[in-house]
């Protein structure tokens, strides 16, 4: 079955921490692995795209990693920001069109 | 350069009534997906059209589900005669070039449909 878990379900840091969200997946067959950031009442943005000769890639103080052997994926934040107070979702492609499975997101809460 | 619009913003209906909900892609955005998230869920796919055709209706739930792609421009998603199990975000999204693979999805602000 095509799925995608993450963790924690939500996470709560002060201003300017570090944190990692985590992410395992299983589709089959496997062409990419995304991350998107979404704003409470607004739609998901685009951070990250990574294939499986890909094992990490930045956008700013988001850098997500993959390891397509274990199926494992994680976002780091650096220097987190009020702003950076979103869900986190981390979503699976596969097939030639690219169909997405997605998880059901990290809540993070930045506090000041 | 315009994003992805949705309209309505919020739709609340009876149950049983009919519902229309519609998509503008990016300008030259070849790719258009239609997602839904129902209430504690994760967002899900429901079809994606290449141009005017339907590549891919496979999460379309039922029959009372009918997405329309006329010119390949924008796209309607009509629901009909909706249900208390519609109630959710319905999320639209587009990607240049054929095919999509690889390609980044823009995705709309959603429109949030409640029926009662």
């Known amino acids: 079955k095509n799925q995608v878990e993450q963790s924690p379900q939500s996470l709560i840091i002060l201003e300017g921490k570090n944190c990692t969200l985590q992410c395992n997946y299983t589709v089959s067959p496997f062409s990419n692995l995304r991350w998107y950031k979404q704003d409470t009442g607004r739609g998901p943005v685009s951070l990250t795209i990574m294939t499986f000769s890909e094992n990490t890639k930045s956008n700013g103080r988001y850098t997500a990693t993959l390891d397509a052997d274990t199926k494992q994926s994680s976002l780091h934040i650096t220097a987190s920001q009020l702003s950076d107070s979103a869900s986190y979702i981390c979503v699976a492609a596969f097939g030639g069109y690219n169909k997405l499975i997605f998880g059901a997101g990290t809540r993070l809460a930045v506090h000041p | 350069e315009a994003g992805v619009t949705q309209f309505p913003s919020h739709s609340v209906i009876e149950k049983g009534q009919t519902v229309t909900l519609r998509c503008d892609p990016i300008s030259g955005h070849d790719n258009l997906y239609w997602y839904r998230r129902v209430m504690g869920k994760e967002i899900k796919f429901l079809l994606h059209?290449?141009?005017?055709?339907?590549?891919?209706e496979s999460g379309m739930p039922n029959n009372r589900f009918l997405a329309e792609r006329t010119g390949g421009t924008y796209s309607t998603l009509k629901v009909q005669p909706a249900e208390l199990e519609d109630s959710g975000v319905y999320f639209c999204?587009?990607?240049?070039?054929?095919?999509?693979?690889?390609?980044?999805?823009?995705f709309g602000p959603g429109t949030r449909l409640l029926v009662l």
């Open positions: 999204a587009s990607s240049q070039g054929l095919g999509g693979a690889g390609k980044t999805q823009y």
């Open positions: 059209f290449v141009k005017e055709s339907k590549q891919d």
